[in-house]
Nanobody, 113 residues
Framework: QVQLVESGGGLVQPGGSLRLSCAAS????????MAWYRQAPGKQREWVAVIRSSGTTNYADSLKGRFSIYRDNAKNTVYLQMNSLKPEDTAVYYC???????WGQGTQVTVSS
């Protein structure tokens, strides 16, 4: 079955960086479009970024320039590099095989001093 397993979350100070990873299995990763979403406390889940099988990327406008999505097809893994983190980036971050019902369990990111 399809499994998406996120890792890399944690507590970071404002201005810091984190790299999230999502290891995929049960799918042909190289042809899958992969996305990151996040859900802050009391808010709806929101789309963060997508990377297509071609390598092209798109980002939520509010995150452009700070977040970067990339993939390693040899490792069946998609990454989210997050820089200049702000307290409002605090959320559970989820990996998704884009436009499919397959989601990871989420990884908590907390930005606080």
């Amino acid at each position: 079955q399809v499994q998406l397993v996120e890792s890399g979350g944690g507590l970071v100070q404002p201005g810091g960086s984190l790299r999230l990873s999502c290891a995929a299995s049960g799918i042909i990763f190289s042809i899958a479009n992969m996305a990151w979403y996040r859900q802050a406390p009391g808010k709806q889940r929101e789309w963060v970024a997508v990377i297509r099988s071609s390598g092209t990327t798109n980002y939520a406008d509010s995150l452009k320039g700070r977040f970067s999505i990339y993939r390693d097809n040899a490792k069946n893994t998609v990454y989210l590099q997050m820089n200049s983190l702000k307290p409002e980036d605090t959320a559970v971050y989820y990996c998704n095989a884009w436009n499919t019902p397959y989601w990871g369990q989420g990884t908590q990111v907390t930005v606080s001093s």
